[in-house]
């Protein structure tokens, strides 16, 4: 029987208090309650402290370059469509460095889960804004205030149509927890914006700060109505909506892939003549 052990990787070096810790065990618990064993999950990553996630596990991880955790992923479920695929990021990370990256993912929709750590800042890198900082936020390298208006992530997903929606907030970790599940049974791209107080350069964004806005989202509303889903995702200010925004069900990238579709790469019989034909074909020496 699976227990949180199971998943215990090596002892965090975030700092204390930090949001991280929340949605790590979030993640495990959601692993064990769903049965899911430690070597059928990858975890990919880029840079930042949410880069840091997969050290902080026993599952398979890649740690790779900043913000290109969703080209890895994609091509990690395509390889061997068994796994469950997780890419990690953070607010800079995935919507800043990889921001085009995530745009085609969810027009590809391929099997692979994404959690976004979105603190409103660069915390690896000491505190400057990141896509995702109000408007007007004194930091060390805003000195005079965030210039750009803040990029709203959920409703960006929702107008490109991907097909699993939500935002969880790590102050609610149960909440959290479901949602992970809800996020893996999904068939499908799903995207999971994480709301992460950084406790120690966010100093607006805070816990009681979202603890005065944040509601869940009410069990009436239409997931499978992308126009109600979109209207909810603009709610941002003295209430912010968590739960479930979007759901739509269609095929995945694997699913379209017509050599990919009955069986993964990984099982697949490899003919070395047959790819040396190819080769020479590529070459034009036959």
Not at 157 to 164: H, K, T, V
Not at 255 to 277: C, G, H, T
Request: some cysteine; overall charge positive; proline content about 6%.
């Amino acid at each position: 029987m699976l227990t949180l052990n199971d998943f215990k990787g090596k002892t965090p070096a975030w700092c204390p208090g930090c949001g991280n810790y929340a949605i790590l065990k979030a993640f495990n618990s959601a692993m064990v309650e769903l049965g899911i064993e430690p070597h059928m999950v990858v975890i990919v990553s880029g840079i930042g402290q949410a880069g840091k996630f997969p050290h902080y596990t026993r599952c398979n991880t890649f740690n790779g370059l900043h913000g290109r955790t969703l080209p890895v992923a994609t091509g990690i479920k395509l390889a061997n469509h068994s796994l469950v695929v997780f890419a990690v990021a953070g607010d800079g990370d995935c919507y800043g460095e990889g921001g085009n990256h995530l745009i085609h993912a969810i027009r590809r929709n391929p099997n692979i889960k994404l959690m976004v750590h979105n603190n409103q800042v660069y915390g690896l890198t000491k505190g400057q804004a990141s896509p995702t900082t109000s408007q007007g936020v004194l930091t060390k390298a805003q000195p005079y205030g965030t210039l750009s208006e803040p990029l709203n992530p959920v409703a960006l997903a929702i107008a490109l149509d991907a097909s699993f929606v939500a935002r969880g907030f790590a102050g609610l970790p149960d909440d959290l927890k479901e949602l992970i599940k809800e996020a893996v049974k999904h068939r499908g791209f799903s995207f999971l914006d994480i709301l992460q107080p950084c406790v120690t350069f966010n100093r607006v964004n805070t816990y009681s700060w979202y603890k005065e806005r944040v509601y869940k989202i009410e069990l009436s509303h239409p997931v499978h109505d992308r126009i109600k889903a979109f209207e909810k995702a603009l709610e941002w200010g003295d209430r912010i909506p968590v739960g479930i925004f979007y759901r739509k069900e269609k095929p995945t990238l694997e699913e379209k892939i017509p050599v990919l579709k009955n069986e993964p790469l990984v099982r697949q019989k490899f003919d070395f003549e047959m790819a040396k034909s190819l080769v020479r074909k590529i070459k034009n020496v036959d």
